[in-house]
């Protein structure tokens, strides 16, 4: 799979920086970016909002940002992100009261859509909304914070979304967000995901680059 993205979350960023930042880990190599909004009532944290994206964009920032909200409501913040130029917008199930029209709207802003399981949610939410899912976002941790540890039993909820994106012959990215280092990828890979984000593990480096490619040639096996 050539088709492997590295997002690194800015969540673990010098925010005091942080349009250097986005611009260093870039131009170390990653991808996308992912950019995590919580509202202290979702999460038990507070983070950054559309003003935020925005300003990555008049930074000069092209590359995809990758909306992770952690948030509820939900459908409130669609409109604002997508005009703050994020690429994808992804949200918790759990979190809005009407999945599929959320999903919708994501769309018809011209973002693309994708749902976030935490790690004891099963996959049943996503059956009749397939078609609707540019993007399943597996959680590995417990959203709130970066630095905590890949939760095992993600692997075998990864083999079983992969199936379901095979079987199902759309083109949906699968993405794992908590825990993700270069030691452990190559078999977070191995079980499905194609999209990996990485908060501690890049920006707890002082050589971005390094990690990066250290996470590539782990993919690359
Ligand atoms: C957690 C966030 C993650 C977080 C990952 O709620 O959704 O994106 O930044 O951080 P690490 O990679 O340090 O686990
Ligand atoms: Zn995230």
């Known amino acids: 799979n050539s088709d492997y993205l590295i997002a690194p979350s800015i969540l673990s960023a010098d925010f005091a920086r942080l349009g250097e930042e986005v611009d260093s880990v870039l131009a170390a190599g990653a991808d996308i970016v992912h950019f995590d909004v919580m509202d202290n009532h ?90 609707k899912l540019d993007m399943i976002l597996l959680m590995s941790v417990n959203p709130g914070f970066g630095g905590q540890s890949f939760i095992p039993s993600t692997l075998t909820k990864l083999r079983e979304a992969r199936a379901l994106i095979d079987a199902s012959g759309l083109n949906i990215r699968l993405e794992v967000d908590g825990g993700v280092t270069p030691t452990n990828i190559a078999e977070i890979a191995a079980a499905g995901a194609d999209t990996f984000v990485a908060g501690s593990a890049i920006f707890g480096q002082d050589d971005y680059a390094a990690v990066i490619a250290e996470m590539r040639s782990a993919l690359a096996g």
């Open 42 to 131: 979702y999460v038990p944290n507070l983070t950054i909002g559309p003003m935020v994206c925005k300003a990555l964009r008049k930074h000069g920032v092209t590359a995809p940002i990758d909306v992770h909200l952690m948030v509820s409501p939900v459908d409130q913040l669609i409109g604002d992100f997508a005009d703050a130029g994020a690429s994808f917008i992804t949200f918790h199930p759990d979190a809005s009261t009407h999945v599929d029209r959320s999903l919708q709207m994501i769309r018809d802003a011209g973002c693309k859509a994708g749902l976030v399981l935490n790690p004891h949610v099963g996959l049943d939410d996503l059956t009749y909304v397939m078609d």
